[in-house]
């Protein structure tokens, strides 16, 4: 009887030392992925690899912190009025120390870096610890995170960490903590709301035993969350919508018909999603019930975008790939009456290389190729660094997609050629010089301020900003 009793205190002592080992690992691997997928994102910042979405979230944190309520001029009025968005002010207090890009390139990293703590925690609960910390790696080396990582900033990064917290919640029957993280999860984006109704109905199955309690919250859930979609798309973003904003919606006003364009497009990217976890998920697709509004938004639209690992749209369906992807594991082992759980090292190896195989395709990858080993900082960008930010704050500026993310701190900046503005600035070296189209009248309007290499500054004649930096130049 008492080694009985010892042996049951040895097994729960390694137990335990197992669990330990496995957090500072995960918490080492998370460390990792966050300093260089930060680097990664800045270096390609710095070699003006970012674009308008960047500069459209800096410029309304920057703008919001001077008294303007998240408002872009890129995107044509208050954030607000294209996505509700309440998350963002989780951003603003770092955002308000650190007044720069790099900080929400960091925040990023950071934020999808920490998606792989509630991984590890339902692969914890589904099988062991060292289940938990393979997938929760495997996560981190998943070529369509990187996509997410990699395109500017968005606020849909918070949502790997929000809805796997949630599902844990969920299948741990810890209740209050369900609710927090499922009402975080709706103030991500409006189109959430979707997922948070599906999550309930997928709650709502799988505790299909529960008592009427648990059935009455689930219920109430989906009823919140259908009416902040509600609230969303028919009170909050038109109270804040200005004419000549987007309307994401468009984009699946004709969904047969955008369905006979780039399906192979479609393949290929349901391929990507699935290959680096082996399409593990198809053995529990019963976890996959609340990305189903998330593949409807991804492969819908009539824009390739939605459906590429190269952009941030991937960031809806991760979380609950790899849940499922765990689940379908755990089915795997128990396949054969279990023959197949003695083969667990082999699995998961073979899963870990095959992940690494699929990075050859990855936009990390492609983004080390661009910035680390062909990437160059030419004479040019070391240029356009030094000059752009000697260009006062209350400039307004007409200038090209590349340009934009380094030049947010104002109240006026606008993609393309913006009549009257203070300002234009091209870089002709750039490929998105594309974007200044100005009339020989426009010109006219202009004079040539400076041109240093292929960095050229117009300014307007007739502004009185201008006429004063004519006798200060910028130089």
């Given at each position: ?128 610890a060292k289940i938990g910390l393979s997938f929760a790696f495997l996560y981190l080396i998943y070529s369509p ?331």
């Amino acid at each position: 009887m008492k080694n009985h009793s010892l042996n049951k205190n040895s097994i729960s002592d390694l137990i335990r030392n197992e669990e330990k080992r496995s957090v500072i690992i995960l918490a080492l691997a998370i460390i990792i992925y966050s300093i260089t997928f930060s680097y990664l994102s800045i270096r390609g910042h710095m070699l003006y690899l970012t674009g308008a979405d960047l500069a459209i979230f800096e410029q309304s944190f920057w703008s919001t912190l001077h008294g303007e309520f998240f408002y872009t001029s890129i995107g044509g009025g208050s954030q607000f009025g294209i996505h509700n968005s309440p998350v963002l002010f989780l951003v603003i207090p770092f955002y308000a120390v650190f007044q720069n890009t790099e900080t929400l390139l960091v925040v990023q990293s950071v934020l999808l870096a920490l998606g792989a703590f509630p991984l590890y925690l339902i692969g914890k609960k589904a099988h062991s610890a060292k289940i938990g910390l393979s997938f929760a790696f495997l996560y981190l080396i998943y070529s369509p995170l990187h996509g997410v990582n990699l395109i500017d900033f968005h606020e849909i990064a918070f949502f790997p960490l929000f809805a796997g917290l949630c599902i844990y919640m969920l299948i741990n029957e810890r209740w209050n903590w369900f609710f927090i993280f499922a009402l975080l999860i709706l103030f991500i984006k409006e189109d959430c709301a979707l997922i948070v109704i599906m999550i309930g109905i997928f709650g709502l199955i799988i505790h299909r035993a529960s008592d009427k309690k648990i059935k009455l919250l689930l219920a109430g859930l989906i009823l919140i969350a259908s009416a902040w979609l509600i609230i969303s798309f028919f009170i909050i973003i038109p109270a804040f919508h200005q004419p000549g904003q987007s309307v994401n919606l468009n984009h699946y006003v004709n969904i047969p018909g955008n369905l006979l364009n780039h399906n192979d497009a479609r393949i290929s990217y349901i391929i990507h999603l699935f290959l680096p976890v082996c399409f593990l998920p198809l053995l529990a697709p019963l976890y996959l019930i609340p990305a189903i509004p998330a593949f409807g938004e991804t492969l819908l639209p009539d824009r390739f975008e939605y459906f590429s690992i190269f952009y941030h749209y991937s960031a809806l369906l991760i979380p609950f790939i790899f849940v499922s992807a765990i689940y379908g594991f755990k089915r795997l082992l128990s396949l054969k009456n279990g023959y197949l759980s003695s083969k667990t090292n082999f699995i998961l190896i073979f899963l870990l290389i095959v992940s690494i195989i699929s990075l050859v395709i990855s936009p990390m990858s492609i983004l080390i190729n661009e910035t680390i080993i062909n990437g160059k900082m030419t004479d040019q960008f070391r240029l356009n660094s030094f000059m752009l930010p000697k260009i006062p704050e209350d400039f307004s500026i007409s200038t090209q997609w590349d340009l934009l993310p380094h030049l947010p701190h104002r109240n006026n900046l606008y993609e393309g050629y913006n009549k009257n503005t203070d300002l234009v600035i091209i870089d002709k070296s750039s490929a998105f010089i594309r974007d200044i189209q100005m009339s020989k009248e426009d010109l006219e309007n202009y004079t040539n301020l400076y041109q240093n290499g292929n960095l050229i500054i117009l300014g307007n004649r007739e502004s009185p900003r201008v006429k004063q930096l004519q006798t200060h130049p910028l130089t």
